[in-house]
């Protein structure tokens, strides 16, 4: 079982960047695929970004491909999305999720670890 926690959250103008982190508990990170996922208000969660086991396989959502970045560091039990270029349609609450699946997957009914989330604002 695994404990997921975001941060990095926030309020940030159109064309700015913020990095999100997800802190897992429990010593066998490196065994879970990890997932971001965001819903804004009246929409169904979606998918964002994805990374395998290791960090060497990855996966984006074709609106964010280009200006996020999903990395990892198994030290530190820590997954990262790195996002640029905000854009207002980027608001939502970012969510990470964990699966024990082998590979890089992209719905979220595969994931059975979920953090609370946290806020991510970008204003015009």
């Known amino acids: 079982q695994v404990q997921l926690a975001e941060s990095g959250g926030g309020l940030v103008q159109a064309g700015d960047s913020l990095r999100l982190s997800c802190v897992a508990s429990?010593?066998?990170?490196?065994?879970?695929?990890v997932g971001w996922f965001r819903q804004a208000p009246g929409r169904e969660r979606e998918f964002v970004a994805a990374i395998s086991r290791n960090g060497g396989n990855t996966a984006y959502a074709d609106s964010v491909k280009g200006r996020f970045a999903i990395s990892r560091d198994n030290a530190k039990n820590t997954v990262y999305l790195q996002m640029n270029s905000l854009k207002p349609e980027d608001t939502a609450v970012y969510y990470c999720a964990a699966t024990d699946s082998p590979v890089v997957l992209k719905s979220s009914l595969v994931y059975r670890y979920w953090g609370q989330g946290t806020q991510v604002t970008v204003s015009s």
């Open positions: 429990g010593r066998t990170f490196s065994s879970y695929v």
